[in-house]
């Protein structure tokens, strides 16, 4: 971790400058060395090519049929962040900017394939024609609902109508007897 603080004061000025002149590509003496042996590794032999495509190395690939990790952990992916400017580095689900291609020396343009989707959480009625059965209570809410609502709105009317009803029962339930 020091070696990599000590190279990143060392190449800020050098940052800087690069974007201030050239925002189009990025020239390997600013990237991180990790990404810049990475390149190296992947473009041997083929330098004279004008353009090449290489899988994005913070994100998983999928090269000969079934899915590879990301070449460069989070963890990773996070102290590059910190030590080098976001614009420089590859997208990533902590890094989701648009990729700057990178221009190497003998005038080859890396770009990064692969490009970051967020994971979409689907809820459990997602593919289903019918909802799941839930308990009795759950699928008679709504009508009741709107029942107890109705009657609600009647309740004042219901009361007084209650109030007479039990004064009216009260007064025939007297006897006419003074005993």
């Known amino acids: 971790m020091f070696g990599l603080s000590r190279r990143m004061f060392s190449t800020t000025a050098r940052v800087a400058n690069q974007i201030a002149q050239s925002p189009a590509h ?3 003496d600013v990237l991180p060395p990790v990404l810049v042996r990475l390149i190296q590794r992947s ?6 090519a004008k353009s090449i495509d290489l899988p ?3 994100l998983p690939s ?10 460069i952990p989070r963890r990773r992916q996070k102290q590059l962040l910190q030590l080098y400017p976001a614009h420089l580095l590859p997208p990533s689900p902590i890094n989701p900017v648009e990729p700057v291609p990178v221009q190497w020396p003998s005038g080859t ?3 990064w394939v692969g490009e970051y989707k967020p994971k979409e959480y689907k809820s459990i009625y997602a593919n289903r024609r019918q909802l799941f059965k839930g308990h009795k209570r759950e699928r008679e809410r709504a009508e009741r609902k709107a029942e107890v609502d109705g009657r609600l709105e009647t309740m ?8 007479a009803e039990v004064a009216e029962n009260k ?5 006419t007897l003074p005993f």
Do not use: L
């Open 156 to 163: 004042d009317a219901r009361i007084a109508e209650w109030k």
């Open 43 to 48: 473009i041997a032999g083929r330098e004279d």
């Open 109 to 111: 343009v890396i770009n």
């Open 56 to 58: 994005n190395p913070f």
């Open 26 to 28: 990025v020239t390997p």
């Open 171 to 175: 007064a025939n339930s007297r006897s």
């Open 62 to 71: 999928k090269p000969n049929g079934s899915w590879c990790p990301a070449w």
